[in-house]
Structure formats: C-alpha cells, structure tokens
C-alpha cells in the first residue's frame, strides 16, 4: 500500500533507500509487500496510524511475482537474534542480515513483525528486475471504525 503521491515510483524503492527498513540499509533499493492486503493494512498503520489512512489518499497495489522460484522464505528458526521478529527498534546486525540474504535472494519473504502468523515480501529492486510487475492498483478506504469520531 502506498500513499497515494508516491504511487507512480512505486517500483523504485525510494522509501527504504532513503531511510533503510528492518530487512535493509540505507541506499538499498528495497520494496517491502504484504502477502495480503490486511497486512499491508497492518503494516502501514504501525508506521504511519489509522488517521493518516483515514485521511490521506493512499492506494493498494497488487502485484505479480513471474519467477516465485526465486523467492526465499526465511526460516525463523535460522535468524540469529529472535528478537528481530517481535515488535522494536531495527539494528544495524538485522539490516546487515537482511542485506546478506538479499545479495544471494532478490524475492525474500520474511515474517510480519505488526501481524503475528502473516508474511510479508521484500523485493530487491536491482536483483529481481524483470521478476514482478503491478497487476492492479485501486483507491484504498480505511473501515472509519477503524478511526472513529
């Protein structure tokens, strides 16, 4: 899901290469999905609040992976830090991880850190060029429930 300004750039990864994500540095072109849309839902409310979905645009893109067999699905058991999957500050020796695993794995898919038993994608924008494409985009209406009076 993004905002719906930067829905155009979309593909380019700005966000986490101008501010680094729990899977990735700084200066890395990184694209971070949901496998779902409740996730995604999830994910940008943590950040950014249910206010802010509620009144800034934002749309919900979907998109096609054409080589899934270069997707990677993290092993949680193999992550050395098991606190880098509950809720908290990102550390540099998780980025470094995230950064190892995307050099060798351009389609990496990690456990949701906002949605317990969800998942989430993060694409590589350099290494899985050619590998995914938008397949749809629609305006996004947060449930006002979700943000009441």
């Given at each position: 899901?993004?905002?719906?300004?930067?829905?155009?750039?979309?593909?380019k990864?700005?966000?986490?290469?101008?501010?680094?994500?729990?899977?990735?540095?700084?200066?890395?072109?990184?694209?971070?999905?949901?496998?779902?849309?409740?996730?995604?839902?999830?994910?940008?409310?943590?950040?950014?609040?249910?206010?802010?979905?509620?009144?800034?645009?934002?749309?919900?893109?979907?998109?096609?992976?054409?080589?899934?067999?270069?997707?990677?699905?993290?092993?949680?058991?193999?992550?050395?830090?098991?606190?880098?999957?509950?809720?908290?500050?990102?550390?540099?020796?998780?980025?470094?991880f995230?950064?190892?695993?995307?050099?060798?794995?351009?389609?990496?898919?990690?456990?949701?850190?906002?949605?317990?038993?969800?998942?989430?994608?993060?694409?590589?924008?350099?290494?899985?060029?050619?590998m995914?494409?938008?397949?749809?985009?629609?305006?996004?209406?947060?449930?006002?429930?979700?943000?009441?009076?």
């Amino acid at each position: 899901m993004e905002a719906a300004t930067h829905a155009k750039t979309w593909k380019k990864g700005e966000g986490a290469f101008k501010v680094g994500g729990r899977w990735s540095p700084k200066g890395r072109r990184v694209i971070y999905c949901a496998l779902d849309p409740a996730t995604a839902i999830m994910e940008v409310a943590v950040h950014k609040g249910f206010k802010v979905l509620d009144t800034v645009a934002h749309k919900l893109l979907q998109i096609r992976i054409s080589r899934p067999d270069k997707a990677h699905v993290l092993d949680p058991a193999t992550v050395p830090n098991k606190g880098w999957l509950r809720p908290g500050a990102v550390s540099a020796g998780q980025q470094a991880f995230g950064n190892a695993l995307l050099d060798i794995h351009p389609l990496l898919v990690v456990p949701s850190v906002v949605s317990a038993h969800s998942w989430n994608l993060v694409i590589d924008v350099v290494g899985a060029r050619g590998m995914f494409d938008r397949l749809s985009i629609e305006d996004f209406a947060l449930d006002t429930r979700l943000h009441p009076a």
